[in-house]
Nanobody
Framework: VQLQASGGGLAQAGESLRLSCAAS????????MGWYRQAPGKQRELVAG???????KYGEFVEGRFTVSRDNVKNTVYLQMNSLKPEDTAVYYC??????????????WGQGTLVTVSS
């Protein structure tokens, strides 16, 4: 499975960005997709995950600001990020696995896209 992320960039605090990640290759029919992020000097953390049926899970820090969605026909996952904060600055990685709980142990990972939020 190959994952290609796009949509990162520079935003000011309070603005919005939308990330996209398209999967290709031998994609399991049953799969979940999602996003992690890693800020400098910090551990990687789950941002959001979504099952093929649309069940979602978010990191606690999201606090309703981000929305994950997917297009099963296009095998693409999206992350709409609103009300961005400087602490959201990180490299964002998309991931695909059979289950959200399996992201870290058995996921296929994209190359990462940098999001920088200025105050």
């Amino acid at each position: 499975v190959q994952l290609q992320a796009s949509g990162g960039g520079l935003a000011q605090a309070g603005e919005s960005l939308r990330l996209s990640c398209a999967a290709s290759g031998d994609i399991p029919k049953l799969n979940s997709m999602g996003w992690y992020r890693q800020a400098p000097g910090k551990q990687r953390e789950l941002v959001a995950g979504i099952t093929r049926a649309g069940t979602t899970k978010y990191g606690e820090f999201v606090e309703g600001r981000f929305t994950v969605s997917r297009d099963n026909v296009k095998n693409t996952v999206y992350l709409q990020m609103n009300s961005l904060k400087p602490e959201d600055t990180a490299v964002y990685y998309c991931v695909l696995a059979r289950f959200i709980s399996g992201f870290e142990e058995s996921g296929s990972w994209g190359q990462g896209t940098l999001v920088t939020v200025s105050s």
